[in-house]
């Protein structure tokens, strides 16, 4: 072979896995206000973003960045579920020990409902209609009846739950202090199973895909992408990822799964088979940008962030104070 086209072929090769799957950053949204950020979450059929925001939710259109409007009076947010069927959003208030029911077409409080201490994520199941958050301050889990606001039960995590799965009829979910993934029936609210994570700790982000039963673990102590299997709890491998990792998804058609990390990377993974799996390059993004939101529909990656300064620590041996730069909250659009 000519070494020109040999060079050639193989300064391709490169390139191909270092960014084959064409993601990039493409554009950013400016959002309004200050005030710090959590989960944020997209409901793809009525093209509605929503961004967690100190004290409020703000609602985005994910084609065009415009503001639609905002869900007010949720001390500490960190998420926001949606049940469409029953016009309900639901947004877990941590400061405050609540949840905000509200409507999804004026955007106004309902009603706010106690559950346990410090809720955090936040899901809905639609087989059961029912709304969870996962609370830290108690290690529980409180159950919602979507359509009446009322709680319907507990179920005992004995952990703090950080993402969730839906799916084959169960919820998966991280406990980020015990290193473990638990099984539990959103009807029933009994724990099924418990797997040790073992190869990683500080399990937050989660993805799955339902054919071959693989969940994705994204770990931030000893940063790894953990793949399990969901039916024995079996660990498949572990590999590399970016510090700082917050959220997962997974993309059931092009079988990639995503890990958004607040040192301002996206790595990729490309599942080529049950067992088998490669990194397929990160995408540069923003540091801080470590929750995300993946659309089915655009197969568009959504991250919210923003510019912090620091000042030295106000103790020997304290950590550095962040002040978020007013005016720098985003959403980060990648796309192919």
């Known amino acids: 072979m000519d070494l020109n086209i040999a060079l050639l072929v193989a300064s391709l090769t490169l390139a191909a896995f270092q960014g084959g799957t064409g993601y990039h950053l493409q554009t950013s949204y400016p959002i309004p206000g200050g005030g710090g950020f959590d989960y944020i979450s997209i409901d793809s059929a009525a093209r509605r973003l929503y961004v967690s925001h100190g004290t409020e939710v703000n609602v985005v259109n994910p084609d065009n960045g415009k503001l639609i409007g905002t869900v007010g009076d949720t001390p500490g947010v ?128 989660l993805a799955y895909d339902e054919k071959t039963k693989r969940l994705f673990i994204g770990c931030r102590n000893d940063p790894k992408m953990v793949v399990m299997d969901s039916v024995s709890g079996k660990i498949i491998g572990s590999f590399p990822i970016g510090r700082g990792v917050d959220y997962a998804a997974f993309d059931p ?3 990639l799964a995503f890990f958004s990390c607040g040192e301002g990377v996206l790595s990729i993974f490309h599942e080529k088979a049950a067992n088998d799996y490669e990194d397929v390059g990160p995408v540069k993004t923003m540091p801080s940008a470590r929750t995300m939101a993946f659309d089915a529909k655009t197969k568009k990656i959504f991250l919210s962030a923003a510019e912090y300064t620091e000042t030295a620590p106000s103790t020997p041996g304290g950590r550095p104070q962040r002040t978020m730069k007013p005016g720098s909250f985003v959403v980060l659009v990648v796309s192919k």
């Open 78 to 205: 960190h998420g926001a579920a949606i049940a469409s069927e029953f016009k309900h959003g639901f947004t877990s208030n941590g400061r405050e020990n609540k949840v905000s029911m509200f409507d999804l077409e004026t955007l106004q409080t309902i009603k706010k409902i106690d559950v346990g201490k410090g809720p955090d994520g936040i899901y809905y199941d639609p087989a059961t209609k029912r709304v969870f958050t996962n609370n830290h301050g108690s290690h529980d889990i409180s159950a919602i009846d979507a359509k009446t606001g009322e709680v319907v039960g507990t179920v005992k995590a004995e952990g703090d739950g950080e993402s969730a799965v839906v799916a084959d009829g169960v919820v998966y979910l991280n406990l980020e202090d015990t290193n473990e993934v638990i099984t539990f029936d959103p009807k029933s609210l009994e724990v099924k199973k418990r797997f040790p994570i073992g190869v990683a700790k500080t399990p937050t982000g």
């Open 253 to 255: 058609e092009a079988k």
